[in-house]
């Protein structure tokens, strides 16, 4: 049966008469149109589009998907599937591009595939058992070096485990107190535990213990003979208690001390809830939950004793409207307070309440009433009084009204959010503006200061941004200051040109993009041709080089990566003859060379253990890769805990050794880092000194003597108040952890000087006194700086041009715009003049360059070069062409503000490169149980980063084939990254919003860490993995990957007028806002991946809009797990518009007598499959396996209701029902 479809991207459906194309006959097929423009019945044929059809066969596997007129023209976008009997597809071909057919199906053959990408395996192969199961036992890659047949391909094995394997640990809940106990008895008898063994590309060996319940017991890494193993301890009700990671000699898990300072341990009342946890070396959390089981206040050890909770506020849709601290004693007590409340949420209130300077338009009924200090507020359906007033249209765009009388109006939706200060009780007020599709298209946001960034936004019909305008004032009195914006796309929707004019400057054409039939970035031009990036990649699709090296030509930089390959010497350093170079086949980098405008080509070898941890990165210079300089080698312990470090500098002409500047040895207690031995005593590098660190009861660090760090105080957020180092840094926050401010006091000439930084919206201010900061910092290496703050890294420093003047003149209140950013580095507002950047596969800022404001040819302002672990070279301002003049420009590695105390801030956490740690402990540490919360990105800085100092992340966090990369190329050719990307998201942005803008901070005001996102709720709640974003198939899927909690505050995920609600009690999935819907098909596919025990799915109620016609085609689930389901449910159907052609019906099969549940105008035409799908997390983490929940529902209403076990069903295409 054939079933044509034509869907939105957005998941809008449409009615009107199908488009003409040259379909296959006899195949089944769906064709999908994503519009680009507004069209209406009668020019529908006319109207600009992306499309796609999807070929099937008769079980329902993708043979075929086109995207027509692909990325090129005239050409297809063309991806080929091959299955084998019995429903196990075997091979998924790369896309290749082919000239149009217009819609029919291509006869396209593998060695043709082949020879289009100019290998013998142009595909992606998996390998089955033989049980009744089809569990993957094999992986292989596209490329030669992956193929099925070869040695660098992923394996998996199924057993069991053997005897005086995995330790026994028991944990029994004492119903009286609550608390759980943890004993150990002795080992898992032989043959009791499911066992899962992966092996990955370069033979890094994973395994996972799983009981019969499918509880995951053990993890364990293979590190060579040191098997690093994370224990999870059960309860007798199933309740995860203790987490155990990789112990180290000595520690023993059943010890006071060990469980206090390494184990996670959780606690739950007789509801099942979460009220405590620790974490290590931290001391306990507590939360508090209302009579809908949500979580409406926590604390921590620390605010407890000072009387203090942090609190959540719902209103009767369960969203969160305000946040904020009260007064709080023992949590039973809050808990029985909040028991006896009556009220479990708050209304809206025409008179409010004033907190802190500010009318609180809401009730403060719901426990806890006793309200201190509100911190944030947001505001729905209508816009509150004292907002600016509403510009009735943006960019010939008419806003959205509050008047629920017409057709269309904010209901629903966020018009305004407030976020207080945290050191002082000034508010950061954010209001938005909305087009008539419910589009956000500007937004007005009054800053601490009562300055202003407005910003403005022209959407084209897909929702690509078009324009874009800010203007900004730091405070009400201060010069405005304009940004334009646009931005062309070519007919295929991806980004070609940028352009940005401030003020009434010349507008300049930041950046360029060409693309590949594929849809990847080839070339970019930057600055008005001031450069090109020319980009090359694998053929596993991973990024290769940026420029040549070995062919600069005139580009400034050229930068290239090595997976697979090796270049230089495999063994540079023969004082450490067991730290070898070799080719990587599991995407971890091998090697990086880079050349500047000398045209001498540098490079650096990686070494790494086999837990994927980073174990040297070996400098090599050109012509003398055995000099060992500028390297560093690393030891670690069962935790990845740094153990030693080992690093060289520069080998100076009249010596033939390089210098030994660090020879660290770290000593630890717990987690927890006390001091650092530097055998060398040399104070370039780390300062050395052996002090003892110390740290608060939260795991803060707040003295570190080598550092002349003497106190760091923190606020409730865990973020650094006040630095005392000999001078003294102060820092102001708003409460969702956004700095605002900095003031670094120093004595100049005998007195007190203030030197000021403020953060507004991207903008960055200073006072003129900031001169000061260039003379406290060494320029280059000598042995004369012996009491210098080496480890500052003053080499890290850009200098922006200034003229000189008086170091101490000017108004201390008098601040100068300094730079904003731009997509390709900053605008240099002082010099009016664009600072262009070229940055490293992490985002490290490698080297900044302007144009010539006489000749117009390109000047280099600054080169970097950065040890692994993100140190810079010393002795950099000796680099040809560098301009060391003046106010610093401090954004380097990983693209993040290096500070006075030498750390990076990350936004959440200050960063150590000189010893590889953070400040303080990962406050999404539950994401990382077997690595230590202090280690940086897993110990694998070539390969990861940190968007915001809590998670690491890499760019396969999100994969893009089909026609969706339509949509995102745009998005991260214009700077967006993958972070913000998920913020976005998370925050109920779509991947069809356009290149990043200010929009996207505006949109999401911020992590708050008592919980107002998806993101926030999961921090709050803890022990989850990250999700992750993968768009795998056709336009008419969307997946959302990641771990599925069981939350009680409902969030939403919203694609435009389509929203996903994760969790118990989720309200609603809206398809259109009064939309007819005639032959429409709304399509998509939720996957998740889940660690341990049961999972609880909920999709909430369905909101179809507007009137339902012809509705009853058939549709279909899809079920994969490897693990026990419980509790699988969709929830009731409301229709508001008119019904017709829809049947009630019941659904067919059972599964093991328990009913199905009723259907209405669908059916359910798909089987469970169990199957064992596997993500490697690249030894970090172990093994996750992956739960699925796909397929297509035809537009119609369902619920289901039924409990499944998994294990027990037998796979195979069943037809209509479940059996």
Same mark, same amino acid.
């Given at each position: 049966?054939?079933?044509?479809?034509?869907?939105?991207?957005?998941?809008?459906?449409?009615?009107?008469?199908?488009?003409?194309?040259?379909?296959?006959?006899?195949?089944?097929?769906? =064709?999908?149109?994503?519009?680009?423009?507004?069209?209406?019945?009668?020019?529908?044929?006319?109207?600009?589009?992306?499309?796609?059809?999807?070929?099937?066969?008769?079980?329902?596997?993708?043979?075929?998907?086109?995207?027509?007129?692909?990325?090129?023209?005239?050409?297809?976008?063309?991806?080929? =599937?091959?299955?084998?009997?019995?429903?196990?597809?075997?091979?998924?071909?790369?896309?290749?591009?082919?000239?149009?057919?217009?819609?029919?199906?291509?006869?396209?053959?593998? $060695?043709?595939?082949?020879?289009?990408?100019?290998?013998?395996?142009?595909?992606?192969?998996?390998?089955?058992?033989?049980?009744?199961?089809?569990?993957?036992?094999?992986?292989?890659?596209?490329?030669?070096?992956?193929?099925?047949?070869?040695?660098?391909?992923?394996?998996?094995?199924?057993?069991?485990?053997?005897?005086?394997?995995?330790?026994?640990?028991?944990?029994?809940?004492?119903?009286?107190?609550?608390?759980?106990?943890?004993?150990?008895?002795?080992?898992?008898?032989?043959?009791?535990?499911?066992?899962?063994?992966?092996?990955?590309?370069?033979?890094?060996?994973?395994?996972?213990?799983?009981?019969?319940?499918?509880?995951?017991?053990?993890?364990?890494?293979?590190?060579?003979?040191?098997?690093?193993?994370?224990?999870?301890?059960?309860?007798?009700?199933?309740?995860?208690?203790?987490?155990? !990671?990789?112990?180290? #000699?000595?520690?023993?898990?059943?010890?006071?001390?060990?469980?206090?300072?390494?184990? =996670?341990?959780?606690?739950?009342?007789?509801?099942?809830?979460?009220?405590?946890?620790?974490?290590?070396?931290?001391?306990?959390?507590?939360?508090?939950?209302?009579?809908?089981?949500?979580?409406?206040?926590?604390?921590?050890?620390?605010?407890?004793?000072?009387?203090?909770?942090?609190?959540?506020?719902?209103?009767?849709?369960?969203?969160?409207?305000?946040?904020?601290?009260?007064?709080?004693?023992?949590?039973?007590?809050?808990?029985?307070?909040?028991?006896?409340?009556?009220?479990?949420?708050?209304?809206?209130?025409?008179?409010?309440?004033?907190?802190?300077?500010?009318?609180?338009?809401?009730?403060?009924?719901?426990?806890?009433?006793?309200?201190?200090?509100?911190?944030?507020?947001?505001?729905?359906?209508?816009?509150?009084?004292?907002?600016?007033?509403?510009?009735?249209?943006?960019?010939?765009?008419?806003?959205?009204?509050?008047?629920?009388?017409?057709?269309?109006?904010?209901?629903?939706?966020?018009?305004?959010?407030?976020?207080?200060?945290?050191?002082?009780?000034?508010?950061?007020?954010?209001?938005?503006?909305?087009?008539?599709?419910?589009?956000?298209?500007?937004?007005?946001?009054?800053?601490?200061?009562?300055?202003?960034?407005?910003?403005?936004?022209?959407?084209?019909?897909?929702?690509?941004?078009?324009?874009?305008?800010?203007?900004?004032?730091?405070?009400?009195?201060?010069?405005?200051?304009?940004?334009?914006?646009?931005?062309?796309?070519?007919?295929?929707?991806?980004?070609?040109?940028?352009?940005?004019?401030?003020?009434?400057?010349?507008?300049?054409?930041?950046?360029?993009?060409?693309?590949?039939?594929?849809?990847?970035?080839?070339?970019?031009?930057?600055?008005?041709?001031?450069?090109?990036?020319?980009?090359?990649?694998?053929?596993?699709?991973?990024?290769?080089?940026?420029?040549?090296?070995?062919?600069?030509?005139?580009?400034?930089?050229?930068?290239?990566?090595?997976?697979?390959?090796?270049?230089?010497?495999?063994?540079?350093?023969?004082? +450490?003859?067991?730290?070898?170079?070799?080719?990587?086949?599991?995407?971890?980098?091998?090697?990086?060379?880079?050349?500047?405008?000398?045209?001498?080509?540098?490079?650096?070898?990686?070494?790494?253990?086999?837990?994927?941890?980073?174990?040297?990165?070996?400098?090599?210079?050109?012509?003398?890769?055995?000099?060992?300089?500028?390297?560093?080698?690393?030891?670690?312990?069962?935790?990845?805990?740094?153990?030693?470090?080992?690093?060289?500098?520069?080998?100076?002409?009249?010596?033939?050794?390089?210098?030994?500047?660090?020879?660290?040895?770290?000593?630890?207690?717990?987690?927890?880092?006390?001091?650092?031995?530097?055998?060398?005593?040399?104070?370039?590098?780390?300062?050395?000194?052996?002090?003892?660190?110390?740290?608060?009861?939260?795991?803060?660090?707040?003295?570190?003597?080598?550092?002349?760090?003497?106190?760091?105080?923190?606020?409730?957020?865990?973020?650094?108040?006040?630095?005392?180092?000999?001078?003294?840094?102060?820092?102001?926050?708003?409460?969702?952890?956004?700095?605002?401010?900095?003031?670094?006091?120093?004595?100049?000439?005998?007195?007190?000087?203030?030197?000021?930084?403020?953060?507004?919206?991207?903008?960055?201010?200073?006072?003129?006194?900031?001169?000061?900061?260039?003379?406290?910092?060494?320029?280059?290496?000598?042995?004369?700086?012996?009491?210098?703050?080496?480890?500052?890294?003053?080499?890290?420093?850009?200098?922006?041009?200034?003229?000189?003047?008086?170091?101490?003149?000017?108004?201390?209140?008098?601040?100068?715009?300094?730079?904003? !950013?731009?997509?390709?580095?900053?605008?240099?507002?002082?010099?009016?003049?664009?600072?262009?950047?070229?940055?490293?596969?992490?985002?490290?800022?490698?080297?900044?360059?302007?144009?010539?404001?006489?000749?117009?040819?390109?000047?280099?302002?600054?080169?970097?070069?950065?040890?692994?672990?993100?140190?810079?070279?010393?002795?950099?301002?000796?680099?040809?062409?560098? $301009? !060391?003049?003046?106010?610093?420009?401090?954004?380097?590695?990983?693209?993040?503000?290096?500070?006075?105390?030498?750390?990076?801030?990350?936004?959440?956490?200050?960063?150590?490169?000189?010893?590889?740690?953070?400040?303080?402990?990962d406050q999404l540490s539950e994401m990382y149980h077997s690595t230590s919360p202090y280690g940086y990105v897993l110990n694998n800085p070539v390969s990861f980063r940190d968007p915001d100092g809590r998670y690491t992340e890499t760019d396969d966090a999100f994969i893009f084939t089909g026609s969706e990369i339509q949509?995102?190329?745009?998005?991260?050719?214009?700077?967006? #990254?993958?972070?913000?990307?998920?913020?976005?998201?998370?925050?109920?942005?779509?991947?069809?919003?356009?290149?990043?803008?200010? =929009?996207?901070?505006?949109?999401?005001?911020?992590?708050?860490?008592?919980?107002?996102?998806?993101?926030?709720?999961?921090? +709050?709640?803890?022990?989850?993995?990250?999700?992750?974003?993968?768009?795998?198939?056709?336009? $008419?899927?969307?997946?959302?990957?990641?771990?599925?909690?069981?939350?009680?505050?409902?969030?939403?995920?919203?694609?435009?007028?389509?929203?996903?609600?994760?969790?118990?009690?989720?309200?609603?999935?809206?398809?259109?806002?009064?939309?007819?819907?005639?032959?429409?098909?709304?399509?998509?596919?939720?996957?998740?991946?889940?660690?341990?025990?049961?999972?609880?799915?909920?999709?909430?109620?369905?909101?179809?809009?507007?009137?339902?016609?012809?509705?009853?085609?058939?549709?279909?689930?899809?079920?994969?797990?490897?693990?026990?389901?419980?509790?699988?449910?969709?929830?009731?159907?409301?229709?508001?518009?008119?019904?017709?052609?829809?049947?009630?019906?019941?659904?067919?099969?059972?599964?093991?007598?328990?009913?199905?549940?009723?259907?209405?105008?669908?059916?359910?035409?798909?089987?469970?499959?169990?199957?064992?799908?596997?993500?490697?997390?690249?030894?970090?983490?172990?093994?996750? !396996?992956?739960?699925?929940?796909?397929?297509?529902?035809?537009?119609?209403?369902?619920?289901?209701?039924?409990?499944?076990?998994?294990?027990?069903?037998?796979?195979?295409?069943?037809?209509?029902?479940?059996?």
């Amino acid at each position: 049966m054939k079933n044509l479809y034509i869907t939105l991207l957005m998941l809008l459906s449409i009615s009107g008469k199908l488009y003409s194309q040259n379909f296959s006959p006899n195949q089944t097929y769906t =064709y999908t149109r994503v519009f680009l423009e507004g069209v209406t019945v009668s020019n529908m044929n006319s109207g600009q589009s992306i499309q796609n059809v999807t070929y099937t066969d008769g079980l329902g596997r993708v043979k075929q998907n086109i995207v027509i007129n692909g990325i090129q023209p005239g050409q297809d976008l063309v991806s080929t =599937y091959f299955s084998e009997q019995g429903a196990k597809q075997t091979k998924q071909y790369l896309p290749i591009s082919v000239n149009s057919q217009n819609g029919a199906i291509h006869s396209v053959s593998e $060695s043709g595939i082949n020879l289009y990408h100019g290998t013998t395996n142009a595909y992606a192969e998996v390998k089955y058992d033989d049980s009744p199961q089809n569990r993957v036992i094999k992986t292989a890659n596209p490329g030669t070096d992956w193929k099925m047949d070869g040695q660098n391909t992923k394996e998996f094995t199924y057993g069991f485990n053997e005897a005086n394997t995995v330790k026994k640990f028991v944990s029994a809940l004492n119903t009286s107190t609550f608390e759980n106990s943890l004993t150990q008895s002795g080992f898992y008898a032989v043959n009791t535990l499911h066992k899962t063994t992966a092996k990955d590309e370069d033979g890094n060996i994973s395994m996972e213990y799983k009981n019969g319940s499918g509880q995951v017991l053990m993890t364990r890494i293979k590190n060579g003979a040191v098997n690093l193993d994370t224990y999870y301890v059960y309860n007798q009700y199933n309740q995860l208690t203790y987490i155990i !990671p990789p112990l180290n #000699s000595g520690e023993n898990p059943l010890t006071t001390d060990t469980k206090n300072k390494v184990l =996670y341990q959780y606690k739950y009342d007789a509801m099942g809830r979460l009220i405590e946890k620790k974490l290590p070396g931290k001391e306990k959390e507590f939360y508090v939950y209302d009579r809908e089981d949500r979580v409406i206040m926590s604390t921590d050890t620390k605010m407890k004793s000072e009387g203090k909770w942090a609190f959540v506020k719902y209103d009767k849709l369960g969203r969160v409207i305000y946040t904020g601290l009260c007064t709080g004693g023992e949590r039973n007590t809050e808990q029985a307070g909040a028991n006896s409340s009556i009220a479990v949420f708050e209304s809206k209130s025409a008179t409010g309440f004033n907190n802190s300077f500010t009318l609180i338009y809401y009730t403060k009924n719901a426990y806890p009433t006793s309200v201190t200090d509100v911190l944030s507020v947001n505001y729905y359906d209508e816009y509150p009084a004292g907002v600016p007033s509403r510009p009735a249209q943006i960019y010939e765009q008419s806003t959205l009204s509050s008047d629920i009388t017409s057709t269309h109006s904010t209901k629903s939706m966020l018009t305004a959010s407030y976020v207080r200060n945290m050191e002082d009780e000034k508010w950061n007020k954010t209001v938005f503006w909305y087009d008539a599709k419910e589009r956000l298209i500007g937004s007005h946001k009054t800053n601490h200061l009562n300055g202003y960034s407005k910003t403005e936004m022209k959407l084209d019909f897909p929702g690509n941004i078009r324009e874009s305008k800010v203007n900004h004032k730091r405070t009400t009195n201060a010069a405005e200051i304009e940004i334009k914006q646009r931005y062309i796309y070519s007919a295929q929707n991806l980004l070609t040109h940028h352009f940005h004019k401030v003020d009434n400057h010349p507008e300049e054409l930041l950046s360029e993009l060409t693309y590949d039939n594929l849809g990847r970035i080839t070339s970019k031009k930057v600055g008005n041709n001031l450069q090109q990036l020319d980009y090359t990649y694998n053929i596993r699709g991973w990024l290769t080089s940026v420029n040549n090296p070995a062919n600069l030509g005139t580009d400034l930089f050229a930068f290239k990566i090595n997976y697979n390959q090796r270049e230089g010497v495999e063994t540079p350093n023969n004082n +450490f003859s067991a730290q070898k170079v070799k080719p990587r086949y599991n995407g971890t980098i091998a090697e990086t060379s880079w050349a500047t405008s000398s045209g001498i080509i540098e490079r650096y070898g990686y070494v790494y253990d086999a837990a994927g941890r980073l174990t040297a990165g070996l400098f090599q210079p050109h012509g003398d890769p055995y000099q060992k300089s500028n390297s560093e080698i690393v030891s670690y312990d069962n935790r990845g805990n740094i153990k030693s470090m080992y690093r060289t500098s520069f080998k100076h002409p009249q010596e033939t050794v390089a210098r030994l500047i660090d020879n660290l040895f770290y000593a630890y207690d717990g987690n927890r880092l006390t001091n650092i031995n530097d055998q060398t005593g040399n104070a370039n590098g780390y300062e050395g000194g052996n002090g003892t660190i110390q740290y608060d009861i939260n795991g803060n660090m707040t003295a570190m003597p080598d550092k002349g760090i003497t106190n760091i105080t923190y606020n409730f957020l865990n973020l650094p108040t006040t630095i005392a180092d000999g001078n003294t840094t102060t820092f102001l926050y708003s409460a969702d952890g956004t700095k605002l401010r900095k003031t670094l006091t120093i004595n100049h000439n005998g007195s007190n000087v203030d030197i000021t930084t403020l953060y507004l919206d991207g903008f960055q201010y200073s006072t003129p006194n900031s001169d000061l900061i260039a003379g406290m910092f060494r320029t280059s290496e000598s042995e004369s700086l012996e009491s210098a703050k080496v480890a500052s890294e003053p080499e890290a420093f850009t200098f922006a041009e200034k003229a000189p003047g008086n170091p101490g003149g000017g108004d201390p209140l008098t601040f100068d715009l300094v730079f904003f !950013p731009t997509s390709e580095g900053f605008y240099d507002y002082e010099n009016k003049r664009y600072i262009y950047q070229y940055k490293d596969q992490t985002g490290n800022v490698r080297m900044s360059y302007t144009r010539h404001t006489t000749t117009g040819a390109a000047r280099v302002l600054d080169n970097n070069k950065y040890y692994a672990f993100g140190m810079n070279h010393l002795n950099q301002l000796s680099m040809p062409g560098y $301009s !060391p003049l003046s106010v610093p420009y401090n954004y380097k590695y990983s693209g993040k503000e290096l500070q006075e105390t030498g750390m990076y801030d990350f936004g959440w956490r200050h960063y150590m490169p000189d010893i590889g740690r953070w400040n303080g402990m990962d406050q999404l540490s539950e994401m990382y149980h077997s690595t230590s919360p202090y280690g940086y990105v897993l110990n694998n800085p070539v390969s990861f980063r940190d968007p915001d100092g809590r998670y690491t992340e890499t760019d396969d966090a999100f994969i893009f084939t089909g026609s969706e990369i339509q949509s995102v190329l745009g998005y991260f050719a214009e700077g967006g #990254s993958y972070g913000s990307l998920l913020s976005h998201l998370e925050s109920g942005g779509s991947f069809g919003d356009g290149p990043v803008t200010t =929009y996207y901070s505006n949109y999401n005001p911020g992590p708050s860490w008592f919980g107002r996102t998806w993101t926030n709720i999961r921090k +709050f709640l803890g022990y989850k993995p990250k999700p992750r974003i993968i768009i795998d198939g056709a336009v $008419s899927s969307f997946t959302e990957s990641g771990d599925l909690v069981a939350l009680t505050e409902p969030d939403f995920l919203n694609l435009n007028d389509f929203g996903i609600g994760l969790g118990v009690g989720v309200k609603n999935f809206k398809i259109g806002n009064a939309i007819d819907v005639s032959l429409g098909v709304t399509a998509f596919s939720l996957t998740y991946d889940k660690n341990e025990g049961d999972l609880n799915l909920a999709i909430g109620e369905f909101d179809l809009g507007g009137s339902i016609a012809g509705v009853g085609a058939e549709g279909s689930i899809n079920i994969f797990e490897t693990n026990f389901i419980d509790n699988i449910k969709f929830g009731t159907a409301t229709v508001s518009g008119s019904l017709s052609g829809v049947s009630r019906e019941a659904a067919s099969g059972s599964v093991y007598s328990k009913e199905n549940g009723w259907f209405s105008g669908t059916t359910l035409n798909s089987p469970i499959y169990p199957a064992n799908r596997m993500v490697d997390l690249n030894n970090n983490g172990g093994k996750t !396996p992956m739960f699925i929940l796909g397929g297509d529902v035809r537009a119609g209403i369902f619920r289901f209701n039924v409990e499944v076990n998994v294990d027990d069903v037998v796979q195979g295409p069943l037809g209509s029902g479940w059996k």
